[in-house]
């Protein structure tokens, strides 16, 4: 059974940083392009950072390039996010997706809420 799960999420005030982790079992990782979605309250999933299944190529949304670094540890079985100079809008629940052709898994999601 395929398992993703997220965790490192939680509160954080404007301006600190959070390193988001997904731990992946039940597949073979090192095959998936694995990307961070974020879902904001009200709003639609969206794209947030993609890594190829190697680790050798990587992209970000615009609001996020700069401020946020993806990496993944295929020994480890796990994707990384760090986020740094967190605004209020980055506030959203983060998703892990693992993806290669015609197979695509999902996380359960993990809070954070950028706040004073």
């Known amino acids: 059974q395929v398992q993703l799960v997220e965790s490192g999420g939680g509160l954080v005030q404007p301006g600190g940083s959070l390193r988001l982790s997904c731990a992946a079992s039940g597949l073979d990782f090192s095959m998936y392009t694995m990307t961070w979605y974020r879902q904001a309250l009200g709003k639609k999933r969206e794209l947030v950072a993609t890594?190829?299944?190697?680790?050798?190529?990587?992209d970000y949304a615009d609001s996020v390039k700069g401020r946020f670094t993806i990496s993944r540890d295929n020994a480890k079985y796990t994707v990384y996010l760090q986020m740094n100079s967190l605004k209020p809008e980055d506030t959203a629940v983060y998703f892990c997706?693992?993806?290669?052709?015609?197979?695509?898994?999902w996380g359960q999601g993990t809070q954070v809420t950028v706040s004073a």
């Open positions: 997706n693992a993806l290669r052709p015609g197979v695509t898994y």
């Open positions: 890594i190829t299944s190697t680790g050798g190529g990587t």
